[in-house]
């Protein structure tokens, strides 16, 4: 019993070390492992948008449960190396991976009960998972972090307001009667157009318009300003080592050394 145990032990404090040094290790074969679930969940996101666009696709089942049982093993053995396991699992990015896993290997509920296609959209959380690699990964990203989680944002934002008002709508209002009408729809109110040739109908109609004018549009413009005029700049304080300071800032607010940030100054 002594030996078994001895030998069950070892094999797992070498799986352990195997996986931790897949995930935080710097050979050759630790990042071409990272860049790979990079690729892997950028291939599957785009799959995710597609497959949005449309209502009934029951042959991709076993495309999607495939998919939810990698992420599955994935996120398993992030749990498995992790020093902090409650944290992970209960952050903004590990519950997201729950019900993106969820809604994947539930396909059949996804089809029989139409509230559940936003589920579908959900699964564009994943890419907050993929920008949060990429981090690790990519320079680029550090310096324009803030940029990009707005773009992604923006994005999953639309993506899962366009599901909500499809799934209400298309089984009772004549003006939508696709994804598309839903998607135009919700674009044109977020952007405050309002072209008017499309409204939503009923109470719950009325009420989600409502919601999405109010919460939406204010959540939409602070994203795209976010984008077009970020709030801080990236510039490290050669003092205390400060990287996020305002566009316009002289002086580093941590601990009052002289910056110099560089602008494009005026003409």
């Known amino acids: ?12 404090r070498r799986l352990y070390q195997k996986i931790d040094h897949l995930y935080n290790g710097t050979s050759r074969l630790a990042r071409n492992f990272r860049w790979g679930l990079l690729a892997f ?59 993106v896993i969820a809604s994947l290997l539930a ?5 029989n009960y139409s509230f559940l296609r936003v ?7 994943r890419s907050h998972h993929m920008i949060k690699s ?9 310096m324009h972090e803030d940029i990009i989680f707005s773009v992604v944002n923006l994005l999953v934002f639309i993506f899962v307001i366009t599901a909500v008002v499809y799934v209400s709508q298309v089984e009772m209002n004549p003006g939508i009667k696709n994804y598309f009408d839903a998607l135009y729809f919700t674009v044109a109110t977020l952007t405050t157009t309002g072209f ?5 109908v009923g109470t ?26 970020p709030g801080k700049v990236r510039y490290e304080c050669q003092t205390c ?27």
Request: glycine share 8%.
């Open 1 to 12: 019993m002594g030996a078994l145990h001895q030998a069950t032990a070892g094999f797992w």
């Open 41 to 99: 969940d950028g291939i599957t996101i785009l799959y995710f948008i597609v497959v949005s666009l449309y209502h009934q696709i029951d042959e991709l089942h076993v495309i999607e449960e495939a998919i939810g049982i990698i992420y599955f093993l994935e996120l398993a053995a992030r749990l498995y190396i992790s020093p902090h396991r409650l944290r992970l699992i209960f952050s903004p990015s590990g519950l997201a991976d729950l019900i």
């Open 107 to 111: 396909p059949t509920l996804t089809e």
């Open 119 to 125: 589920m579908r959209a959900l699964r564009l959380l």
């Open 134 to 142: 990429l981090q690790k990964q990519s320079h680029f990203v550090r």
């Open 196 to 200: 008017g040739d499309i409204t939503l």
């Open 204 to 229: 719950s109609g009325h009420i989600l318009a409502v919601l999405i004018m109010i919460f939406g549009i204010s959540l939409f413009l602070r994203l795209v300003q976010t984008i077009f005029r």
């Open 241 to 267: 080592g400060l990287t996020r300071h305002d566009a316009d800032a002289v002086h580093c607010k941590h601990c009052g050394s002289v910056l110099h940030i560089p602008t494009e100054g005026s003409t």
